[in-house]
């Protein structure tokens, strides 16, 4: 059955980072959208800064209910999952090169009706993506924007089975980073300020761990081949870049292309985050918020939507 209105959770105080509940008429879909009923969306950092009266949520899954007339990729029925981009030009050189995440025209999910911290997105058809059988959807959510991201450098900068990479920060993104480095083939050193996380961080994967606030620690460590840094904060860089010997280079999600790959890669390499699953109502969104603000989330938190229907 087709909605005529979706019940969002938007930002009702954006200083306060507070939420209230809101019914946003279910707009007209465009030829290459599709409507989704969200199954579960993930919270990443990236959702704070979502303005009031937007909905956040940019890692979400869900089965499509409904189709623009011009979408052929998808079909009604289909489980399918979403991330930060929300669209593109589709007409420049790096969209014709398929590095639509790059393209100066892009749009993202605040940009979109709502976020997945809703019950139905409205979503453009070329940036959902299959979600591999295996995987379950609580699993999968995270893998759409915290997944890429730290699956693409490995991807496009030719990183090697038995290459050093170093992991900096172990939260919702470096604990994916520390698992798909390790499927990579990669020798994986975790980077992390205190050691209260080292007993997890090498059941993720990490085979050194690496204190470092401990500046002896950090000063004999063989050089690594690359750093990811997963840290938002402001970090002492020149410490880092000593133990490497090339560029920097930055990292915005990925394109339709490789998400994709990400997921099957994902799949095929039992590649799962560790999760805290919550109801998504007010108090859960607040909750969710919370947790992530204090560095307490272990490692991704996930909110189930109680209006999805399976079948
Ligand atoms: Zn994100
Ligand atoms: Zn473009």
Redesign the pocket.
Known sequence: MIPKQIEAYVIDDASKQTFRKSQIDVPQLQPLDVLMNIECCSVCHTDFYCPAGKAPGHEFIGKIVAIGSSVEKLKVGQRVGGGWQLG?????D??NDGK?NI?L?KTNFINAPTGGFADYVVWDSRFLYDIPETMSSADAAPLLCAGITVYAPLANHNVQPGSRVGILGVGGLGHLGIKFAKAWGCRVVALSTSSNKEKEARAFGADEFVVTKDADQLKSLKPLDMIINTVSANLDYESYINLLSRSIVGSLVGSPIMMQKMLNFAGMHNISPQLEIYPMDVDHCHTAFERIDQNLARYRIVLTNSNFKSD
Do not use: A, E, M, T
């Open positions: 593109s030009c589709q007409n420049c790096v969209c639509q393209c025209k």
